[in-house]
């Protein structure tokens, strides 16, 4: 009896595995969410960024949206693309105020109101800016009125980019 190997290039696997990982991810995602809200990253800007353009290109941001786009349609729910413009990551999602600045080193959102004492995690902190823009009736009740959101005048620059 003789041994046979099969050689499969490390990288190969790797693939294989990631496709697997994105394909289960976005049909997961499409049949349990009535609605789903992703960003519309920059994504070719980002990777001029020489810093950022490896972790982007291999993230698989656009296989990711693209699958969603399609299945959502598929399942019958709802993919909302927030504009690539929406400060996510700069709004207090307590009390709406806006920084102007915020570097990617800072992971901690502190928010500079003096009436508001929102501390949480930065990307915490911007995925409720993002749920925000969900439609209120899938919203937790606490969440139902984005007022941050609106009184920052930004909504319907957002609400305009819906798929
Ligand atoms: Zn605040």
């Known amino acids: 009896m003789s041994l046979r190997v099969l050689k499969v290039p490390l990288r190969s696997v790797y693939d294989m595995i990631y496709s697997y990982f994105i394909h289960k991810l976005t049909t997961t995602l499409a049949k349990n969410h009535s609605q789903i809200v992703i960003e519309d990253l920059n994504v070719s800007g980002l990777i001029k960024n020489g810093k950022l353009s490896k972790a982007i290109a291999d993230s698989g941001f656009y296989e990711f949206r693209r699958q969603l786009t399609y299945k959502t349609q598929l399942y019958g729910s709802k993919l909302i693309i927030a504009d690539r413009f929406f400060p996510s990551s700069k709004l207090c ?29 930065r990307d915490y902190s911007a995925s409720l800016n993002l749920l925000g823009l969900a439609e209120p009736d899938v919203m937790p009740v606490e969440m139902k009125t984005p007022k941050s959101i609106n009184e920052a005048g930004t909504n319907k620059q957002i609400m305009s980019n819906i798929v």
Not at 94 to 119: A, F, H, M, T
């Open 93 to 121: 999602p307590k009390c709406g105020q806006k920084k102007d600045k915020l570097p990617l080193s800072e992971r901690v959102y502190r928010c500079e109101n003096n009436n508001c004492d929102w501390i949480a995690d």
